[in-house]
């Protein structure tokens, strides 16, 4: 049943017939449609609407018209008219309906009289329009007396019903009586009963609902198909509309973000005009009473100066013997007094700059970019094989909203590492100009470190992640040494160091006054006798080997590493000196046990260049090194390392008195190894720590290289190998 009926059939004739009418109108005229001819788009229109649509067109120059409904172009005819465009079968049974009830239209004529006279009644059995004496005659005959008849002006939503399905008579002459029932084949065109014989007699005929059903069918399949195409444009619709809607959010949240960061910048750069107008208005202050006080000295001594010239000059004015005689003494001493007084110079107000340092630079921009920061992905960030210091990649792969890779010249790609202090890790991007970038970096330290990628402005989906980097664990090599006084014994081991030129190990073999020196496989190489009792030796650029021998004299002494004495360094501004290091500029590094300072001596030891101290601190400082613009501070009996900026001054505590894991017993020496490690000996827990330089415990050494040992001093050559005394055992141990 057809949209128009149903509705007839809900809402009666007068309404009905007004819907119809609705459907039966032209788009292009909006009247009921005349002369339907359809367009392969499948919308009807009057021949004349297209014809004059087409005309309007071709004045334009344009050689095609677009349907008003679909928008579907279609060529102009050559012929200047549509005349060949086919009939709407279902808009010319709409007509006919409408005949019936306007009066405007042509009325149905009677078909069963020559007369040609209006119809008023409608035959459903014998399918004919009956004029009102054919109707009467109808009703007269035996044959037709039962049909159902039904006058026009009677019609109900089931009559009209059955007027649009009336079947189809055939439009050939003298067939006109004959329904099309029969379709041929041959031609494709529907015929009547007496076509089969007169026209088609040897052409191949199905009956016309036959040929309609298996035409359906095909119709049918085709309709799904389109239904389904329908169905799949619809969802595009809305994919599309959640996109637009979503694009929308997005641009108006960017813009608020724009906007938020603008508003910050302003209100900071007010903020930013406020105090330095407070500064202009203090040094305006400032600079107005300094001239104001030069102002008030200058003008007291005007004053003086004007009153004592208009007292003289009055007495010389009136020049009588007996006053100038009386007054020459008081006015020449005033005078003189007035004429010695010191002239203030005038102040000169400094000039008064502003200099913008560094202008107001946005760096900020409007990326338009199809690059989705939800979709985009990191390749071989799970990597397992990270360690310190090994170059490391992973790969960020850029891809669209519906995860294809795609590459955007606009695009932004951060990222930032950071290291379990914090600290921003460097880090290389190559853009490979396809929606790939390598990133490369380095880890310094072994930790969790923090992975953060930001695209466009974005986190990228799954960051931040963590990276666990594999700290370069030290390998037991070997010990040597033993107890005595003989070679490659020791008694009493108070320091040892590594030259980075020859790798030889200096041990400070405190009790038996010498200085031993080994090979880095432990070969005993020789000896450098001394007069006291070494409490610390150090390597210096040259070679050399420094000591000292606080017991005796308190002085620094220069030996070859042949063991020839070179000079005495002599600083009396060192109360009690301890043991000490060298920076790798050549500066010393040295504690003093008697003011309880840390002090920084010249390369050559004859300057003192700087001299602190831990606040609040009574305990005396111990051990002492130098890396990068940190110094290093052991403290023995305070359980701690204290590090200071370059220039002396506190910055943090590293540790407590415990046995736990970072807390110390009586911590020694100090030395940063090679993957920037501080490394911090502690002789009471039996053991080595490893630091970050910021003070996060990161591993140990201990164990059985150090069973009931005390690894007190430890030092570091130029290949990593980490060598380490023990006091109590006297043995020297060997890490690589």
């Known amino acids: 049943m ?48 297209l014809d004059r649509h087409a005309n309007f067109a071709r004045r334009q120059l344009k050689a095609t018209i677009k349907c008003p409904v679909c928008q ?83 019609l109900q939503a089931q009559d009209v019903q059955e007027l649009i399905h009336r079947p189809v008579m055939c439009s050939q002459q003298y067939h006109e009586d004959q329904p099309l029932e029969f379709y041929c084949e041959d031609c494709k065109v529907l015929i009547c009963h007496k076509c089969t014989v007169v026209s088609h007699d040897r052409h191949s005929k199905t009956d016309t609902q036959k040929a309609a059903q298996e035409q359906k069918m095909q119709m049918s399949d085709a309709v799904a198909k389109v239904k389904v195409e329908m169905v799949r444009y619809e969802s595009e619709i809305k994919k599309q509309t959640d996109l637009r809607n979503k694009n929308k959010i997005e641009i108006l949240n960017e813009e608020k973000k724009m906007t938020e960061t603008v508003e ?26 300094h001239h104001a006080t030069r102002l008030e000295n200058f003008e007291l001594v005007a004053t003086q100066l004007k009153s004592c010239f208009e007292r003289c000059q009055s007495i010389l004015d009136r020049n009588f013997s007996v006053e100038i005689l009386q007054t020459n003494h008081a006015i020449l001493g005033r005078c003189n007094e007035l004429l010695n007084v010191r002239n203030p110079d005038l102040y000169m107000s400094p000039h008064i700059h502003y200099l913008v340092e560094k202008k107001l630079d946005l760096m900020d921009r409007v990326v338009v970019t199809k690059t989705d920061p939800s979709k985009c992905l990191a390749e071989g960030q799970d990597s397992t094989e990270v360690k310190e210091r090994k170059e490391t990649y992973f790969v960020i792969v850029t891809k669209d909203s519906e995860e294809f890779q795609c590459y955007q010249q606009d695009d932004t790609i951060k990222v930032n590492i950071l290291t379990p202090e914090g600290d921003q890790l460097k880090t ?250 501080l490394i911090v000996c502690d002789p009471r827990n039996h053991r080595l720590q490893l630091f970050t330089p910021g ?17 007190s001093y430890v030092a570091i050559n130029s290949g990593g190998s980490l060598v380490v005394s023990d006091y109590v055992n006297s043995l020297i141990s060997l890490f690589h």
């Open 428 to 677: 290389d991007i190559k853009d490979t100009e396809d929606g790939k970038y390598t990133v490369t970096y380095t880890p310094q330290c072994g930790g969790q470190h923090r992975v953060e990628i930001i695209v466009n402005g974005q986190p990228m989906t799954g960051s931040p992640w963590i990276v666990q980097v594999h700290q370069n664990q030290y390998q037991f090599a070997f010990q040597f040494g033993s107890k005595g006084k003989g070679r490659g014994e020791f008694d009493g081991i108070h320091d040892i160091d590594v030259g980075d030129k020859t790798g030889t190990i200096a041990v400070a073999d405190g009790w038996n006054k010498r200085i031993q020196l080994f090979s880095l496989e432990g070969k005993f190489r020789s000896e450098i006798k001394l007069d006291g009792e070494p409490w610390c030796v150090a390597f210096t650029d040259s070679g050399d080997l420094l000591t000292l021998f606080p017991k005796s004299d308190n002085k620094l002494r220069v030996f070859s590493e042949e063991g020839h004495f070179i000079k005495l360094i002599n600083d009396k501004r060192l109360d009690k000196a301890g043991p000490f290091s060298i920076a790798s500029d050549g500066r010393i590094i040295i504690t003093d046990y008697g003011d309880k300072k840390i002090k920084v001596l010249s390369p050559d030891g004859n300057d003192l260049l700087q001299s602190f101290s831990a606040p609040d601190c009574n305990e005396s400082p111990f051990y002492a090194i130098y890396h990068q613009n940190k110094f290093f501070v052991s403290y023995h009996n305070a359980n701690c390392v204290d590090v200071f900026d370059k220039t002396g001054v506190y910055l943090h505590e590293i540790g407590c008195e415990g046995s736990n894991d970072g807390q110390f017993d009586g911590p020694g020496g100090l030395v940063i190894d090679k993957y920037n490690r």
């Open 2 to 49: 057809s949209t128009f009926c149903v509705v007839w059939l809900h809402h009666g004739c007068s309404t009905a017939f007004q819907n119809l009418k609705k459907e039966a109108e032209c788009p292009l005229c909006i009247e009921t449609v005349t002369n339907p001819k359809t367009l392969p788009c499948l919308h009807s229109f009057c021949l004349e609407c």
């Open 72 to 154: 579907t172009s279609f060529q102009i005819p050559e012929t200047d008219t549509f005349e060949n465009l086919p009939s709407s079968f279902h808009l010319n049974r709409l007509v006919d309906v409408l005949a019936l009830e306007d009066g405007s239209v042509q009325s149905q004529r009677c078909n069963s009289c020559d007369e040609n006279n209006t119809a008023t009644c409608y035959c459903f059995v014998c399918q004919d329009f009956l004029c009102a004496s054919c109707f009467e005659a109808h009703q007269r005959l035996k044959a037709s007396r039962g049909h159902r008849n039904v006058l026009i002006d009677k």
């Open 695 to 711: 003070g996060k415990f990161l591993s140990k050494i201990d164990g059985q290289y150090f069973k009931n040992g005390f690894p």
């Open 264 to 289: 910050k910048l302003i209100r900071d750069l007010r903020e930013h005009e406020r105090k330095m107008k407070d500064k202009f208005r203090e040094i305006y202050e400032a600079e107005q009473k």
